[in-house]
């Protein structure tokens, strides 16, 4: 059977505060930032679901049915539109505590839940945050990128290139050393948009800086 034309590009997008684009005062994010620069044939829109200070526990139990009222038949869209998800991951798994293990297994299930659905998943990983987090989300962002690499599964690294970087630092010092502000979203922004978000979406791939 002869696969439609790609009609429309619909993108959801689960995560916390970080994937709403809290703190940042062009209220744009890095969400706002990556589709604004997606130049395509046919139209983006992306939804963002966010709750914030979310653990992949709360985030593995309501992503489905919110997810599914965006990209499920009930959308009342037509066969061409492609429908994707962005699984945003925080830094919240860290302060409540949860085992690497309890991680690793709820995003692993997110991941087979939305194979079993045919859902294309582009996974982004946990920011540096506080200094006081900085080893366990070493630690946790190097896990998600093997659960996503068992998978086959895009993922996204922001922790090894903003751990020491200092646009990053400084802005995260500015708003107590949790939030991003204006330049950390950009930061992000760059960062998925030049680690194959272009070849996730079957777009040319990423031009260079």
């Not at 997008?13 to 930032?33: I, M, N």
Request: hydrophobic share 40%.
């Amino acid at each position: 059977m002869t696969e439609p034309e790609t009609t429309a590009l619909r993108i959801c997008v689960v995560g916390d505060e970080l994937a709403a684009g809290a703190g940042d005062p062009k209220a744009l994010g890095w969400v706002g930032r990556v589709v604004a620069r997606t130049e395509s044939a046919v139209p983006v829109s992306a939804y963002t679901l966010a709750v914030p200070g979310e653990t992949t526990t709360s985030l593995g139990a309501r992503w489905e049915a919110e997810a599914q009222r965006r990209l499920g038949p009930e959308a009342g869209d037509g066969p061409g539109v492609d429908r994707r998800l962005v699984v945003a991951l925080g830094r919240a798994d860290v302060d409540a505590g949860l085992s690497l293990a309890r991680s690793r297994l709820n995003l692993a299930n997110v991941l087979d839940t939305a194979a079993e659905k045919k859902l294309s998943v582009l996974v982004v990983g946990p920011p540096p945050g506080a200094p006081v987090q900085r080893g366990r989300l070493a630690e946790l962002s190097a896990a998600y990128a093997d659960v996503a690499g068992r998978r086959r599964t895009p993922y996204v690294d922001l922790f090894t290139p903003l751990e020491h970087h200092e646009q990053w630092l400084s802005d995260l010092s500015a708003s107590g050393g949790t939030l991003p502000g204006q330049a950390g979203y950009g930061l992000i922004a760059w960062l998925v948009l030049h680690t194959g978000w272009r070849r996730w979406l079957g777009l040319p791939e990423d031009s260079p800086a």
